[in-house]
């Protein structure tokens, strides 16, 4: 196995990376849904044990490892903490891997795996340096981050952020492999979700006027929901409203009674999210109404929008510089996505930091969430090395405080374009087009690639 600990300058931290692939592949092997994380609780809980970090429980699924400095009194010093989550989604895993998923229908197809090894790795490291910390660190192992309410609210509501004075999280992310982001102030959004059930009357296929047909009202009303954002909001503000699930009926022959949509709702913009919210009630009342049929929603307390703390963010950015080098730290720009741990960061300064592991330069095209996503697990390094030298410099009372993060740093781009579909070589901007004769959609199928296998896209081409 590559140790890339090899190729880095000898002064930087050395970090068991050879284990942390060994404990992400186990991980990655045994993924288990939110709310389920039994044998990896277990698996977390057995490894701090061989560290001598104690730990303790406030949930049947989550681990919360304390490790005690004793440069000092470790009750007069600072207390800072990590969150990595731990859960897995109900994905079925196509990433051909050795290591696959051997859970039919989980995957670790958010990185969750590569959080929890990296966060064991620290701890390991910061074990055998207790004697430089003034204060302590928790390393939270947090479960349920991919199923609403999510687990930080319940750990948060049972205490887990009354001793914390910062905290800090990882999330991998396409980037350059083992390049650090750091995003001053908002870094996602708040998202929620909305159940909502469709009633109308079942009955023979071959009688539809004597029935109400639930099929039919919800995929008219999935179709209208999907004008919120086209019609109903500014274009300039982020706002997303994706119907995630449809179900209804068992046979063809029959009109089932009911029909069952899951909406994922996603913004930046406390108003915004009012008026989405508004307008999936009103589009499906009155798509139920035009049809005599009746619908009830289910509306599932949101995911906060996660917003960095300046001084955890300083601290972030200079702890980073140093752990990794300069070179691969940037200013990253918010993403799409919404985390809960924004319930930990709502309660003490905190930071969320992305984790380059790595995108279609290095033979990985598909985001997150996708059944074939993969990372390149050496990016590991850069966030334990990162995570270390934070509780380092945080827990050193002598450690002047942190400098301003640069504004002026490089950024990436921000991540998950669309640029993994097939293009149409007709369509490019609009002084490439002049001039040209358009290829036509059915010339364009002939080159497309044949298997379904996206085309990356070619450098510095963005969607
Ligand atoms: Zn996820
Ligand atoms: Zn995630």
Known sequence: ??????????????????????????????PELSFREYQTSDMIEDLLGQWDIPTYRLTPTSVI???????????????IGYRADIDALPIQEETGLEYA???????????HDMHTAMLLGTAKVLSGMRDKLHGKVLCIFQHAEEMLPGG??????????D??????????????VGHVGICRGRVSTMSGIVSISIRGRGGHSSNPQLSIDPVLIASEATIMLNTIVSRDLDPKHMNIVNVGSLHAGEAGNVIPDTANLEV???????TDWEAVCQRIEAIVNGVCQAHGAQATFDWQIPYPMVVNADLAVNRAWHAATKAVGDAKVFAADPWAPSDD?????REVPGCYMFLGTGGPEVGNPYFLHNSRFKVVERAMISGMRTEIQIALDALDPSAPTPPEMPETKKTMPSAGSVAQRPRNPGLG?????????RTTAQDQSTSAPVSGEPTPPASGEDA
Not at 341 to 345: D, G, I, K, Q, V
Not at 429 to 437: D, I, L, N
């Open 1 to 30: 196995m590559t140790d890339a600990n090899d190729t880095l300058p000898s002064h930087r931290l050395e970090v068991p990376i050879d284990e942390a692939v060994g404990w992400r592949r186990t991980l990655h092997q045994n």
């Open 65 to 79: 490892g304390v490790i005690e400095g004793t440069a000092d009194d470790p009750k007069t010093g600072r207390v």
């Open 101 to 111: 998923s051997r859970n039919p229908g989980v995957m670790h197809a958010c990185g």
């Open 152 to 161: 930080a609210r319940e750990l948060v509501e049972k205490g887990a952020a």
């Open 163 to 176: 001793d914390l004075d910062e905290v800090y999280a990882f999330h991998v992310a396409p980037h350059p």
């Open 264 to 270: 994922s709702i996603r913004s930046v913009d406390e």
């Open 341 to 345: 741990f924004s319930y930990f960061s």
């Open 429 to 437: 901007t609009p002084q490439s087009r002049a001039g040209e004769v």
